[in-house]
């Protein structure tokens, strides 16, 4: 009698590890009062424009915070005078420039060294402004918004794409799930637009709607580490591998069987503690025994995925 295969679980972060060049929540929140301008007020994008410059402080400093609310007021100005087209193609290229500077730039030689209850702190305030803005508005609206939004943004690099389409296809039991604070539309709609190969689950914050399909502005954060928990319990998976890039990440390490630390904004390599093993492309196989990886952000996440599912 044959034995069932050993199925793992393959648990992700999104932001600063799928996607590491930036934030597909902050990208797709600063172009949402844009590709629906007639759905959004002046409160609304003042809101909006408060919960980016949030991020900005946290990961820079007081001076980048109010860069980024300048330059989201000047794409506001150039929509209202008509030229939605160019208040477009603007913020198209200040993302890229601002992607381009991400990966070329430390974000341990920025300003700021956030700490655990800091970052928690500046997450709570990200997603209250995030539901205070979104308040009233319907959930269907919401997500046509974010599809557009998103289809501007990069997504996932290439290497990183291909070996989760390797995995599912040449290893049926690896079973691939996605776990952020990130608002659940917008993982949603990631997870449909960059990831072509099937997805157990994908964990979010809520936020949650009334019977009209409104939004009210409460909302439900997640606990990883509870998450991570309850998903091993309710499927049974012989082997957790999970990956991420800043504290809240951490919580999945004492539940999972192997965790995958990702170089990027998070700087998650200030709070990992030793032992654990840095990996290079050129010697990928230095992973295999040890429970915690450490990812540096010149070694594409592909290349570490590839090598702890062949194990």
């Given at each position: 009698?044959?034995?069932?295969?050993?199925?793992?679980?393959?648990?992700?972060?999104?932001?600063?590890?799928?996607?590491?060049?930036?934030?597909?929540?902050?990208?797709?929140?600063?172009?949402?009062?844009?590709?629906?301008?007639?759905h959004?007020?002046?409160?609304?994008?003042?809101?909006?424009?408060?919960?980016?410059?949030?991020?900005?402080?946290?990961?820079?400093?007081?001076?980048?915070?109010?860069?980024?609310?300048?330059?989201?007021?000047?794409?506001?100005?150039?929509?209202?005078?008509g030229?939605?087209?160019?208040?477009l193609?603007?913020?198209?290229?200040?993302?890229?420039?601002?992607?381009?500077?991400?990966?070329?730039?430390?974000?341990?030689?920025?300003?700021?060294?956030?700490?655990?209850?800091?970052?928690?702190?500046?997450?709570?305030?990200?997603?209250?402004?995030?539901?205070?803005?979104?308040?009233?508005?319907?959930?269907?609206?919401?997500?046509?918004?974010?599809?557009?939004?998103?289809?501007?943004?990069?997504?996932?690099?290439?290497?990183?794409?291909?070996?989760?389409?390797?995995?599912?296809?040449?290893?049926?039991?690896?079973?691939?799930?996605?776990?952020?604070?990130?608002?659940?539309?917008?993982?949603?709609?990631?997870?449909?637009?960059?990831?072509?190969?099937?997805?157990q689950?994908?964990?979010?914050?809520?936020?949650?709607?009334?019977?009209?399909?409104?939004?009210?502005?409460?909302?439900?954060?997640?606990?990883?580490?509870?998450?991570?928990?309850?998903l091993?319990?309710?499927?049974?998976w012989?082997?957790?591998?999970?990956?991420?890039?800043?504290?809240?990440?951490?919580?999945?390490?004492?539940?999972?069987?192997?965790?995958?630390?990702?170089?990027?904004?998070?700087?998650?390599?200030?709070?990992l503690?030793?032992?654990?093993?840095t990996?290079s492309?050129?010697?990928?196989?230095?992973?295999?025994?040890?429970?915690?990886?450490?990812?540096?952000?010149?070694?594409?996440?592909?290349?570490?995925?590839?090598?702890?599912?062949?194990?």
């Open positions: 009698m044959s034995e069932s295969p050993t199925t793992t679980a393959l648990c992700l972060d999104i932001d600063g590890t799928l996607y590491r060049g930036g934030s597909v929540f902050i990208e797709s929140i600063s172009y949402l009062p844009f590709v629906q301008s007639g959004w007020s002046p409160t609304d994008r003042r809101i909006l424009r408060q919960a980016v410059g949030l991020v900005g402080r946290y990961y820079g400093n007081p001076w980048t915070e109010k860069r980024w609310r300048i330059t989201l007021r000047t794409v506001d100005l150039l929509q209202r005078l030229d939605g087209e160019l208040a193609s603007l913020l198209d290229t200040l993302r890229e420039v601002q992607t381009q500077i991400n990966t070329v730039i430390d974000p341990k030689y920025t300003f700021n060294s956030p700490s655990t209850n800091s970052y928690d702190e500046m997450r709570i305030s990200l997603l209250k402004k995030y539901a205070k803005a979104i308040t009233t508005h319907r959930r269907g609206e919401l997500r046509t918004a974010m599809k557009q939004a998103l289809s501007r943004c990069a997504l996932i690099d290439n290497p990183t794409a291909a070996a989760l389409e390797d995995i599912t296809t040449s290893t049926p039991s690896v079973e691939l799930l996605l776990i952020t604070d990130m608002p659940a539309t917008i993982a949603n709609i990631f997870a449909s637009k960059a990831i072509e190969v099937p997805i689950a994908v964990v979010a914050t809520k936020f949650e709607t009334d019977q009209t399909g409104r939004f009210t502005g409460d909302f439900y954060s997640i606990n990883k580490s509870r998450m991570l928990t309850a091993d319990e309710q499927h049974n012989d082997h957790v591998i999970a990956a991420g890039d800043t504290v809240r990440d951490l919580q999945m390490q004492s539940t999972a069987d192997q965790f995958i630390a990702v170089s990027g904004q998070g700087r998650i390599d200030e709070h503690q030793e032992p654990y093993v990996v492309e050129s010697n990928p196989e230095s992973i295999h025994e040890s429970h915690d990886v450490y990812v540096p952000k010149e070694v594409p996440l592909g290349v570490v995925l590839r090598t702890v599912i062949s194990t």
